[in-house]
């Protein structure tokens, strides 16, 4: 069961993630006021006394998640309506927010791609994008001032499953593999940035955010070279490397 220690940021969380939003939606209504007053979380019991969720008809009456009277009664409610994504700038400050996940993730994941890596060209081009990626966080800092929101992170799936595959192949993996597939990792998670930013910039300058545009842009361009700075040390060098002996005869 998902934790309601982080109050209405939860919330809001629960509600408008789109990857999990078919399973948010039965969540906020059916453990939001239980759970909660019996831990006696005073953010989550602030949260339940100014939302229509705890006046809830199907928990008064117990109808089971995903009926019509469910789904009725959730439509009915104000402060689910009010929070459900609907415009490009909501979609745009969600995105913002998951890359923001995203970037910091990273600066964690990063160093131990690094220290696994066996190619010294390939530790140097990751622990080069750890300094870069660092950076990029400060560039995002600038975007949310520039849109007058705070800075602020919102789990992202997508980063997560990356990682985890990256995880992976640290302990399944060794010699010329390990490094070929770890380059492999990297350019993916390259892709998804890649991806992201050229959304989110065409985002910001539809919304006429021009300042968002020029820094999304230029975290855009980084994320384009590194991607190539990989393909070139995979051709160039990890491809082409012979297994040691020792890990030849294993
Ligand atoms: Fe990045
Ligand atoms: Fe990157």
Redesign the pocket.
Same mark, same amino acid.
């Given at each position: 069961m998902a934790s309601l220690q982080g109050g209405p940021t939860r919330l809001r969380t629960l509600i408008t993630s789109p990857s999990r939003i078919g399973r948010s939606r039965r969540q906020e209504l059916v453990f939001f006021p239980g759970p909660a007053r019996r831990n006696g979380q005073v953010a989550a019991r602030t949260l339940i006394s100014k939302c229509a969720i705890s006046r809830f008809p199907c928990r008064a009456q117990g109808t089971p998640d995903g009926s019509a009277r469910f789904s009725a009664a959730r439509a009915r409610c104000p402060q689910v309506t009010r929070l459900i994504m609907k415009t490009l700038n909501d979609a745009f400050e969600h995105t913002l927010q998951d890359i923001y996940y995203a =970037?910091n993730a990273?600066t964690k994941a990063l160093p131990k791609m690094a220290k696994a890596a066996g190619s010294a060209h390939l530790q140097e081009a990751l622990k080069a994008h750890l300094t870069e990626?660092k950076e990029?966080i400060k560039l995002l800092d600038q975007v949310f001032k520039a849109i007058g929101k705070k800075a602020e992170g919102e789990k992202c799936d997508a980063i997560e499953g990356l990682i985890k595959e990256t995880d992976g192949i640290i302990e399944e993996a060794e010699g010329a593999a390990l490094d070929a597939m770890l380059i492999g990792a990297a350019q993916a998670v390259e892709h998804y =940035?890649i991806a992201r930013y050229g959304t989110l910039r065409e985002w910001a300058r539809q919304l006429g955010e021009d300042e968002a545009h020029d820094l999304l842009t230029q975290?855009l361009d980084q =994320?384009k070279a590194t991607n190539a700075k990989l393909t070139a040390l995979a051709v160039g060098e990890v491809n082409a490397a012979k297994p040691s002996k020792a890990t030849a005869k294993a």
């Amino acid at each position: 069961m998902a934790s309601l220690q982080g109050g209405p940021t939860r919330l809001r969380t629960l509600i408008t993630s789109p990857s999990r939003i078919g399973r948010s939606r039965r969540q906020e209504l059916v453990f939001f006021p239980g759970p909660a007053r019996r831990n006696g979380q005073v953010a989550a019991r602030t949260l339940i006394s100014k939302c229509a969720i705890s006046r809830f008809p199907c928990r008064a009456q117990g109808t089971p998640d995903g009926s019509a009277r469910f789904s009725a009664a959730r439509a009915r409610c104000p402060q689910v309506t009010r929070l459900i994504m609907k415009t490009l700038n909501d979609a745009f400050e969600h995105t913002l927010q998951d890359i923001y996940y995203a =970037e910091n993730a990273l600066t964690k994941a990063l160093p131990k791609m690094a220290k696994a890596a066996g190619s010294a060209h390939l530790q140097e081009a990751l622990k080069a994008h750890l300094t870069e990626t660092k950076e990029q966080i400060k560039l995002l800092d600038q975007v949310f001032k520039a849109i007058g929101k705070k800075a602020e992170g919102e789990k992202c799936d997508a980063i997560e499953g990356l990682i985890k595959e990256t995880d992976g192949i640290i302990e399944e993996a060794e010699g010329a593999a390990l490094d070929a597939m770890l380059i492999g990792a990297a350019q993916a998670v390259e892709h998804y =940035e890649i991806a992201r930013y050229g959304t989110l910039r065409e985002w910001a300058r539809q919304l006429g955010e021009d300042e968002a545009h020029d820094l999304l842009t230029q975290i855009l361009d980084q =994320e384009k070279a590194t991607n190539a700075k990989l393909t070139a040390l995979a051709v160039g060098e990890v491809n082409a490397a012979k297994p040691s002996k020792a890990t030849a005869k294993a």
